[in-house]
């Protein structure tokens, strides 16, 4: 890796944890990958019943028609209320995966900031239960549908998080690479990872305003400009989903990928997970662009949905990845200082 110079990952410079205050635990670990796994397949199961428009299919909550919903007779399982009712179940699964994880966390675990982590995991999750039982009973207002939607985005990043830092690599690494511009890797996939998210908050918000189709064509406008007649607020939404904030996504994607190939090439977990981020990116806008024109049918818009999701989570690792194995570039002349001063004494 190219790098002005390697530092020491102790206490003393970086505010790491020594490896021998740590204990790996693989089972703990898989079960924080299967828990990270089934919070992205909860992201698409909600991206069906949205697609479906079958969030109100099973009008009351937290039962089913009256019934427990763990106790709804399956063969009232029919239409759109299979997806919203299989919504329901798999998210008390996700919910209750989550609680065994953070209790495990808990037990298994010498670090207090990730046992943390798992607490605001199940915080986000209870949270969300919360906000989907308030989508069925305001009639789901695109406010609190959006809220829900992100939220549910955060906590698959807080499981993928938990699920990095339990892993046996995550201590491999004992020495920090100092980055060698101040706007390097770190910087710039923080602000692509905030970028990504609110781009999907603002498509959620698109999809619960039902401004999908508020410009029906891509590339062009029907005016046959890159800018649409803002005629409604719809096509406001609609303009800055599927177009600005899909060409910041692209553009950051993009940078950030330039500085890891540039500077940080060799490290092969980076590169091979901004490689997927670009592949991701490049499946994504094509997404986009049949969701509009097939009228957003609902495989591609599911997929669409689900793909934004991947790629939060593949940018939410390179940024995890890169503040763990680099430190900033002022790092080393703080080092360079304090080992100066330490020569003098």
Same mark, same amino acid.
């Given at each position: ?32 990958? =299967?828990?990270?796994?089934?919070? /992205? ?11 479906? @428009? ?17 106790? /709804? ?29 953070? /209790? ?23 949270? @969300? ?53 101040? /706007? ?55 303009? =800055? ?42 499946? @994504? ?9 097939? @009228? ?50």
């Amino acid at each position: 890796m190219n790098a002005s110079f390697i530092m020491p990952n102790n206490s003393a410079t970086v505010g790491m944890a020594s490896s021998n205050d740590l204990r790996y635990n693989p089972w703990l670990h898989r079960f924080a990958l =299967l828990t990270a796994a089934c919070c /992205f397949l909860l992201l698409f199961i909600g991206g069906l019943v949205t697609s479906h @428009q079958a969030g109100l299919s099973v009008p009351d909550w937290p039962t089913s028609y009256g019934w427990n919903m763990f106790t /709804f007779p399956m063969k009232d399982w029919i239409g759109n209320i299979f997806y919203e009712h299989t919504h329901r179940l798999f998210a008390s699964f996700v919910g209750l995966l989550i609680l065994v994880q953070a /209790f495990l966390l808990q037990r298994y675990e010498t670090r207090s900031w990730v046992k943390r982590l798992g607490w605001l995991a199940l915080g986000g999750v209870i949270l @969300q239960g919360i906000l989907g039982g308030m989508t069925v009973l305001l009639y789901l207002p695109p406010a609190v549908s959006s809220a829900h939607a992100g939220l549910g985005q955060a906590v698959f990043c807080l499981s993928l998080a938990i699920a990095m830092v339990t892993g046996k690599r995550w201590e491999e690494t004992s020495t920090k690479i100092i980055e060698p511009s101040r /706007f390097g890797v770190r910087m710039l996939s923080l602000i692509t990872v905030i970028v990504i998210f609110t781009q999907l908050i603002v498509g959620a918000w698109m999809r619960h305003t039902f401004s999908g189709l508020a410009i029906p064509t891509f590339p062009l406008a029907p005016n046959g400009g890159l800018v649409p007649d803002f005629t409604s607020f719809g096509t406001v939404i609609n303009f =800055l989903h599927t177009r600005v904030g899909a060409f910041l996504v692209t553009l950051l994607t993009f940078t950030t990928a330039r500085i890891v190939f540039r500077y940080h090439s060799k490290n092969r977990r980076l590169a091979v997970a901004t490689l997927l981020a670009m592949f991701l990116l490049g499946v @994504q806008i094509t997404l986009g662009a049949i969701t509009i024109w097939t @009228q957003k049918a609902v495989t591609p818009t599911t997929l669409h949905v689900s793909c934004g999701a991947a790629i939060l989570g593949t940018m939410t690792y390179i940024m995890i990845l890169s503040w763990h194995v680099y430190a900033a570039h002022d790092a080393g002349k703080v080092t360079t200082t304090a080992a100066i001063a330490g020569a003098k004494a």
